[in-house]
C-alpha cells in the first residue's frame, strides 16, 4: 500500500505482521493508510509461518500481537533475536499488562503500543526504524573502528619487529665492518708507532691511538644499544649491563632487584622487557630530574613483572595521556603483543613504569609422561 504523498524515491517499509484477528490486520492496514505511510504488509499467524518469514530477511520491521494461540509475543521475539537481532519489534496488544510491558522493554523489544493507540502507529514504526539504523550505524563505525586498531596494531608490530631486524643488521655492520677497519688502523699505528724515531710523529701517532681508541669505545656502544648481544646471556644479565651503563654515564645510583639469577622467558618477552627498561631509563634522564632508580624483575606467580621507579618530580597527568606520548604508546603496543600490559603511575615523589607479562606455564610431569 502506498500514500499519495509518499516519496516515489522511498522504497515501502516491509512489515512482517504476526496477528491472528483479520479484523485487526485490517485495523492496522487502514491506521497506516490514514497516516500515508508507504509499506507492504504480511500477515502471519503461526510460529512456524513466523520463523520462515523472518528467516528470509526480507522485512523491515516486525508487528507482534502479544497473546497468541500457543505462545505470546515474547516467544516471537526470542525468534527475531536469535534470527535477526538488528530486525525492529513492535508489540501491538489489546491489552499487554504493566509488568509484561516493562519486561518486555528489559528483553530488548523497541516498543509496544495497545490497539486503542493505532492512530500512533505510523509514527512509532517510524521511530523504530530511525533508532534500529542509528544502532546499525553505531555497530558499522564500531567494527570500522575496531579493523582500524587492529590495522594500526598490525602496522606497529610490523614496524617494531622491522626496526629490531634494521637494528640488528646496523650492529652487524658496526661489527663486521666499522669495527674491522678501525681494528686494522689500530694495528698499522700501533706499527708506525713502534718504527717512528721523530719525537713529532710518535706525538702523532699516539694522538690518533687515542682518538681511535675512542672511536672503537663509540662503535662498541652503538651497537650494543643497537642490539647487545648480552642478551644472549638472559634477561637478568642484559638488564644488570643496562642498569650499569646508565649509572655509569649519568651518575645516578642504581638499584637492581631480581627474583633470582636466572629469569627463563621466551625471547620475544625478554626483548619487549628490555626495550622497556631502556625507554624508561631514557626518560628518567630526559625529564625526571631524579637521584636514584630502582629497578624490579621478577617472574613469581607466572607473570613477569619489570618496575623501573625513580624518586624524580614526577609527571603531569595530561602528558601521561599526550596524543604524542610515541615512548609510552610504543610500550603499551609491545606489551599487548607478547600479551602484556604496561601500567604508568606519577607523584610529586616519582614515577614508576611496570611491565606485566603472563609467562607460558610449563608442563607437567603427567603432560609430558609417554
Not at 637478568?236 to 650499569?244: D, E, I, K, M, P
Not at 654515564?249 to 625471547?267: E, H
Request: proline content about 5%.
Amino acid at each position: 500500500m502506498t500514500g499519495p504523498l509518499d516519496s516515489p524515491s522511498k522504497p515501502p517499509v516491509r512489515i512482517l505482521h504476526l496477528e491472528d484477528s483479520r479484523v485487526d490486520h485490517a485495523l492496522v492496514k487502514f491506521a497506516l493508510q490514514r497516516n500515508h505511510f508507504a509499506c507492504e504488509l504480511a500477515l502471519v499467524d503461526t510460529m512456524d509461518e513466523f520463523r520462515a518469514e523472518v528467516q528470509s530477511g526480507r522485512y523491515d520491521v516486525v508487528l507482534a500481537d502479544y497473546h497468541l494461540p500457543g505462545f505470546n509475543g515474547l516467544d516471537a521475539f526470542d525468534v527475531v533475536h536469535e534470527l535477526r537481532p538488528d530486525l525492529p519489534f513492535i508489540i501491538l496488544s489489546g491489552a499487554i499488562g504493566e509488568t509484561a510491558a516493562v519486561d518486555a522493554m528489559h528483553r530488548g523489544v523497541s516498543d509496544y503500543l495497545l490497539k486503542d493507540s493505532m492512530h500512533r502507529l505510523a509514527h512509532v514504526i517510524e521511530r523504530a526504524l530511525e533508532i534500529s539504523e542509528t544502532r546499525r550505524a553505531k555497530m558499522r563505525a564500531d567494527a570500522e573502528l575496531a579493523e582500524s586498531r587492529r590495522r594500526l596494531a598490525e602496522l606497529a608490530e610490523h614496524l617494531q619487529t622491522s626496526i629490531e631486524q634494521e637494528r640488528a643488521d646496523i650492529a652487524r655492520e658496526i661489527h663486521d665492518d666499522i669495527g674491522g677497519a678501525l681494528a686494522a688502523v689500530k694495528l698499522d699505528l700501533a706499527w708506525v708507532a713502534r718504527r717512528a724515531n721523530d719525537p713529532d710523529m710518535q706525538q702523532h701517532v699516539a694522538t690518533a691511538l687515542e682518538m681511535l681508541q675512542h672511536a672503537l669505545g663509540a662503535s662498541q656502544r652503538i651497537m650494543m644499544n643497537l642490539r647487545p648481544p648480552i642478551l644472549d646471556q638472559g634477561l637478568v644479565a642484559a638488564v644488570q649491563w643496562l642498569a650499569s651503563g646508565f649509572e655509569r654515564r649519568n651518575g645516578l645510583r642504581v638499584t637492581l632487584r631480581r627474583s633470582s639469577d636466572q629469569i627463563d622467558v621466551p625471547r620475544d618477552v625478554q626483548l619487549v622487557a628490555y626495550r622497556t627498561a631502556q625507554e624508561a631509563l631514557t626518560n628518567i634522564i630526559k625529564h625526571a630530574q631524579a637521584n636514584a632508580v630502582e629497578i624490579d624483575l621478577n617472574d613469581g606467580e607466572g607473570v613477569l613483572t619489570l618496575e623501573v621507579t625513580d624518586n624524580g618530580r614526577g609527571m603531569d597527568p595530561k602528558a601521561l595521556r599526550k596524543d604524542k606520548s610515541f615512548g609510552l604508546l610504543g610500550l603499551r603496543e609491545r606489551a599487548a603483543k607478547v600479551g602484556g600490559w604496561l601500567d604508568v603511575s606519577s607523584s610529586p615523589r616519582g614515577t614508576s613504569v611496570i611491565l606485566s607479562v603472563p609467562l607460558p606455564t610449563a608442563p607437567s610431569q603427567e603432560e609430558v609422561r609417554p
